[in-house]
């Protein structure tokens, strides 16, 4: 939708969370932006920023790109949504029981799935689906199956 635009992504954020702080009608896309948004009060200020378009966080320094990180949940909930991988639905549901909470166990998810997007960067390739399912499983051994 927004390619490599980084500004533009983040500036769809910054409108999506005025337009929700304002009452106004949201698109589906921009509900589930402000959802995510909602969810991360740590990001609210960082998301309405005047720098907000432009600004690096290091990782280096300790930083969290806090659009980075809420456009993983994103990427998240439409992989568990559409289960695809196949079986990310089933590792999703077994970390809700786990965890008891949505919240918490995408952000166990936010590991593997960081860490297949390193990978595919790293070696310009794809992202290896089975080497990210097998990192979900591993998340997921010892809970109980989900029915």
Same mark, same amino acid.
């Given at each position: 939708?927004?390619g490599? /635009? ?10 999506s ?5 304002q ?8 509900q589930?932006?402000? +959802?995510?948004?909602a969810?991360? *009060?740590? =990001?609210h ?7 907000a378009? =432009? ?10 790109? *806090? ?8 990427? $998240? ?26 919240? @918490?166990a995408?952000?166990?998810?936010? @590991?593997? $799935?960081?860490?297949? $997007?390193? +990978?595919?960067?790293?070696?310009n390739?794809? *992202? /290896? @689906? ?6 979900l499983?591993? $998340? ?6 989900y029915?």
């Amino acid at each position: 939708m927004f390619g490599s /635009d980084r500004k533009s992504l983040r500036q769809f954020y910054k409108t999506s969370w005025q337009k929700h702080l304002q009452g106004q009608v949201l698109s589906t896309l921009e509900q589930q932006v402000v +959802q995510v948004i909602a969810e991360h *009060p740590e =990001y609210h200020q960082q998301v309405l920023a005047d720098n907000a378009s =432009y600004r690096d966080w290091a990782v280096e320094s300790g930083d969290t790109n *806090p659009f980075l990180h809420m456009g993983m949940h994103l990427a $998240l909930r439409e992989q568990i949504a559409t289960d695809r991988p196949l079986g990310i639905a089933r590792c999703y549901h077994l970390l809700c029981q786990s965890t008891q909470a949505s919240l @918490e166990a995408e952000h166990q998810m936010m @590991e593997c $799935l960081g860490q297949a $997007l390193w +990978q595919a960067q790293r070696n310009n390739s794809m *992202p /290896d @689906e089975i080497a990210y399912l097998n990192c979900l499983q591993t $998340l997921t051994q010892d809970l109980h199956s989900y029915p």
